[in-house]
């Protein structure tokens, strides 16, 4: 049972601070995902929880049990690192080994663990070489293997797909998550790559400067941001926004329409995906300014009332510049912000 | 211009430098050693090596060389160590550290021998704090120890700094992420220095060890000035065939000896420090 507690954890790096009182629970076997654009303190998170780093106030559990003040190899932990870190000086099978030699282990219990991780991340013709001789993708798989063979309660990885190309990058995604899956660990992700962070992770958290903004199963993270910021940062093109003003009990005047909306009487901001309307005789009236078929759908960058905004339509449509389209949101995907505190209203 | 020549003829100016005032004067020294008694011979070589101070000559050197390189490589590790560890400061450190560095190999030896000798410093100190009555010549054939010592310290404290150069340079090509790995999967600090540092480092300790070690064999300056004709080197000999004896060929041929010494230490430094291929970071 490794459920990973972390509690009030700040972090200040001189008069910066990196982290603000992080509070995130993370069940046993769970994969979670850390998203957040450069610089949000994923990394740093993520080293507080290795032990690399000490954060300046707060506490982390592992297992029930307060591992904070200890040195990384008591914490049960095992990590992979963004660039690897994969040994020169050592064939791959001593570096899948490292860790196992470190623990004393006999000679035969170590060749087993490492030939067996090996066939998992299927590099065990590569047990003889060295890092140089592999290629990037080889290379992070050594990275995983050398984690895995640790038989960690808990894995921890930092970018570790970053360095690959497009493609390994979706075959390793798989892997990776199929592998995890059935080695019973509790898994933390980091990535910047949201379409990474949806399609492995069991909960993401979305991170935005040095804060947890919403930790949530993916498609709740999408559907229903609880910040603005998640909102405009998840997704693809990314959500449109548009200031709404109260008109009367539940009515809400968005760009000369008239839209259902919560009950309140303060402005607040109306949101929608692109994908989420439909040409339609009544709606909100945009100008098309460029039209982008993308194959399985048609992209279209609009102008609603002096607004940016975006909509994807059924790729068979004949929308040029210039046309004026009637968008129709759908109503059950309609959500709401309040433009202060920026979070969503119900 | 045709790109295959351009770099051939790039190096060619220091190439003919080299040949003129390298090679050149080599074959000379060369062509020297094996001549003697308007021939070809390998007489200069049996002669030098026949005489009675050739053997305790070269114990000398091989000697001095172990005592001193083991010694200097584990103080230049360990100052590199701590050097690279340091916040604020370090360059600071790092400069006081390496000012032997600029003092010539005889004003080192003299700055020793000001210490060591009957009216220095350690006499003073030693008769002030009455340990003796009357000052000791340490220097002199008495005490074979203490002169082989003084030369050990005089090299130790001149030529330490050459090493810690390199290795810190070395050490800072490590890439931090290897150390943090190396922690995270368990590795105590003395593991880490003996399992990461040690190995990664292998380029920068052989040629530091290539560059102290040939200067190790070359030691002359401090030797002449601390032990003068006490303590018999090759590199005085040399000097002595050549200036005192003034049997040019002799030299020559000692000079040759005390090269191809040199380089089978080098070839077994390599040859022992070497990085497997696609080994390096
Ligand atoms: N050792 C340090 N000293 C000072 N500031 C630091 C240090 N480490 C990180 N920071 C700062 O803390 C913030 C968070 O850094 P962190 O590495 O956690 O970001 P990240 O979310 O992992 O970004 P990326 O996706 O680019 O890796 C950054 O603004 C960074 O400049
Ligand atoms: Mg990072």
């Known amino acids: 049972m490794a459920v990973i507690e972390i509690k009030n954890v700040a972090k200040r790096f001189g008069s910066y601070q990196a982290l603000h009182d992080i509070n995130l629970t993370i069940d046993d076997q769970e994969f979670m995902v850390l998203l957040g654009a450069s610089g949000c303190g994923k990394s740093t998170l993520l080293r507080i929880i290795a032990g690399l780093e000490t954060q300046t106030t707060g506490e982390v559990w592992i297992g029930g049990r307060r591992i904070d003040h200890l040195p990384p190899k008591d914490r049960g932990i095992a990590m992979v690192f963004q660039n690897y870190a994969v040994f020169p000086h050592l064939t791959v099978f001593e570096n899948i080994g490292f860790g196992l030699r470190m623990q004393k282990l006999p000679n035969d219990e170590v060749k087993r663990r490492v030939e067996r991780t090996a066939e998992l991340m299927h590099i065990e013709q590569l047990l003889s070489r060295y890092s140089g001789e592999l290629s990037g993708g080889q290379r992070q798989r050594v990275a995983v293997a050398r984690a895995l063979a640790m038989e960690p309660d808990v894995i921890l990885m930092d970018e570790p797909l970053s360095n690959l190309d497009a493609l390994l990058r979706m075959e390793m995604r798989a892997e990776l998550k199929g592998v995890l899956a059935e080695s019973n660990t509790t898994a933390i992700y980091v990535t910047h790559d949201q379409v990474e962070a949806m399609s492995m992770a069991d909960r993401i958290s979305v991170m935005h400067e040095g804060r947890i903004v919403q930790a949530a199963s993916p498609i709740e993270v999408y559907r229903d941001p609880a910040e603005r910021f998640v909102a405009g940062f998840i997704g693809n093109p990314p959500m449109n926004f548009l200031p709404a003003e109260p008109t009367g009990a539940g009515q809400w005047r968005v760009a000369g329409q008239t839209l259902k909306g919560p009950d309140l009487n303060r402005p607040l901001e109306f949101a929608i995906r692109p994908e989420d309307m439909t040409l339609s005789d009544a709606g909100l009236k945009a100008k098309a300014k460029v039209v982008e078929p993308l194959g399985a759908h048609l992209l279209v960058t609009a102008e609603v009332d002096g607004t940016l905004f975006r909509a994807v339509l059924d790729s068979d449509l004949k929308v040029s510049p210039g046309d004026v389209l009637t968008l129709a949101p759908t109503p059950d995907r309609i959500r709401w912000f309040d433009p202060k505190s920026h979070h969503a209203v119900q | ?281």
């Open chain 2, 1 to 281: 211009m045709n790109a295959r020549y351009l770099p051939y003829l790039l190096i060619l100016p220091v190439t003919l430098f080299l040949c003129l005032f390298f090679l050149y004067p080599f074959i000379l020294v060369a062509q020297q050693a094996f001549y003697a008694d308007g021939g070809w011979s390998l007489k200069n070589f049996q002669d030098v090596t026949s005489h009675w101070k050739f053997p305790i000559s070269f114990r000398n050197t091989m000697l001095l060389a172990a005592a001193v390189v083991p010694v200097q490589l584990a103080l230049a590790l360990l100052m590199a160590t701590m050097v690279t560890r340091m916040q604020k400061g370090r360059d600071l450190i790092l400069y006081v550290w390496t000012i032997p560095l600029g003092i010539s190999d005889l004003a080192a030896g003299i700055i020793w021998l000001a210490i060591f000798e009957q009216s220095g410093f350690l006499n003073s100190m030693m008769s002030g704090l009455g340990v003796v009555d009357r000052p000791v010549n340490f220097l002199s054939y008495q005490h074979p120890g203490i002169v082989f010592l003084a030369i050990a310290l005089a090299e130790i404290w001149r030529a330490t700094a050459i090493m810690l150069v390199i290795l810190v340079a070395g050490i800072g090509l490590i890439p931090k992420e290897y150390y943090e790995a190396a922690e995270v999967f368990g590795a105590s600090p003395w593991k880490r220095f003996t399992r990461i540092t040690l190995p990664l480092l292998r380029p920068s300790l052989q040629t530091a060890l290539v560059l102290r070690v040939i200067l190790a064999f070359e030691i002359f300056a401090v030797v002449a000035a601390l032990g003068g004709t006490l303590f018999p080197v090759l590199m005085g000999e040399t000097y002595a065939y050549q200036f005192d004896l003034l049997n040019g060929g002799a030299a020559a041929a000692m000079a040759l000896i005390i090269l191809a010494i040199s380089i089978a230490f080098t070839l077994i430094i390599m040859r022992a420090l070497r990085v497997p291929k696609g080994a390096t970071i």
